[in-house]
């Protein structure tokens, strides 16, 4: 019995020192004063590069604002919405902000903050097409970035939808202007955007995919991280800078969006 308890004794000491040496992802950004953060750049206005290449958008602000609070020095990766998770799972960031939806599936994966911003997820198309929801797009095939909340979504509403998955969101805008696809499924903030750039296209509401607010996203685990970046949303709500953020890029006030 004695050697039974000295061996349950041990293995737990054994836990409790693998536990405190892990590294504290927060504590370990502060310590070398430099947070890895990943943004869009194929997903204007929330990111994309302008006539000089450099980043520019509301991901972008909001990365360059955290990493001011946290008083570190700002490292920027570009991702698409098919990789977005995959550099969080392989230690290539600390934290991604890239207009990321939450689901359920997601969020086995990594963890969510609280949203920084809301959106809705919906399919765009000419007037010419007939369609008000998913079950009436026929053959009509619609341009989507694979991996993304928009082509998980429409997927479920019609598992026999002709979808053209792309690599990311510009590649799913570029054939639908181009007419490689009749349809775009894509961020209801992304639009305007589109339209003014192209305007002799025609972007139609047809039908909504559902509401889908964006989250920062960080490594499953990384509580304290998790919850310092709560409370920057929450300062910088209560404080009107992310208001801000929204009438410059999205031209629309900041609408109040429910907590985690």
Same mark, same amino acid.
């Given at each position: 019995m004695k050697r039974i308890l000295t061996g349950l004794l041990t293995l737990t000491f054994m836990a409790l020192a693998a536990t405190a040496a892990r590294a504290d992802r927060f504590e370990d950004i502060l310590k070398k004063g430099v947070v890895r953060i990943a943004v869009p750049l194929d997903v204007p206005p929330f990111g994309s590069q302008n006539q000089n290449r450099e980043a520019e958008g509301f991901d972008v602000d909001l990365a360059n604002m955290v990493a001011k609070a946290l008083g570190v020095k700002l490292e920027m990766q570009q991702v698409t919405g098919a990789n977005r998770i995959p550099f969080l799972l392989t230690d290539k960031v600390d934290i991604v902000i890239s207009v990321m939806g939450l689901t359920p599936e997601r969020a086995?994966?990594?963890?969510?903050? &609280?949203?920084?911003?809301? +959106? #809705?997820?919906?399919?765009f198309g000419p007037k010419s097409a007939n369609v008000t929801s998913a079950d009436a797009l026929?053959?009509?095939?619609?341009? &989507?970035?694979?991996?993304? +909340? #928009?082509?998980?979504?429409?997927?479920?509403?019609n598992p026999k939808a002709t979808i053209m998955r792309t690599e990311d969101d510009a590649t799913a805008a570029a054939a639908y202007i181009s007419g490689q696809a009749d349809l775009i499924a894509t961020n209801s903030l992304i639009v305007p955007d589109l339209a003014k750039r192209n305007p002799n296209k025609e972007f139609e509401l047809k039908f909504t995919i559902r509401r889908s607010p964006a989250h920062m996203g960080v490594r499953m685990g990384e509580h304290n991280l998790v919850r310092w970046l709560d409370g920057f949303i929450f300062f910088n709500t209560m404080n009107g800078e992310l208001d801000k953020l929204h009438r410059k890029w999205l031209g629309i006030p900041m609408a109040p969006l429910p907590s985690l």
């Open positions: 086995r994966q990594i963890m969510f903050t &609280a949203p920084y911003a809301d +959106t #809705q997820l919906a399919v026929g053959s009509l095939k619609v341009a &989507a970035a694979k991996g993304t +909340t #928009q082509d998980l979504g429409l997927s479920a509403m």
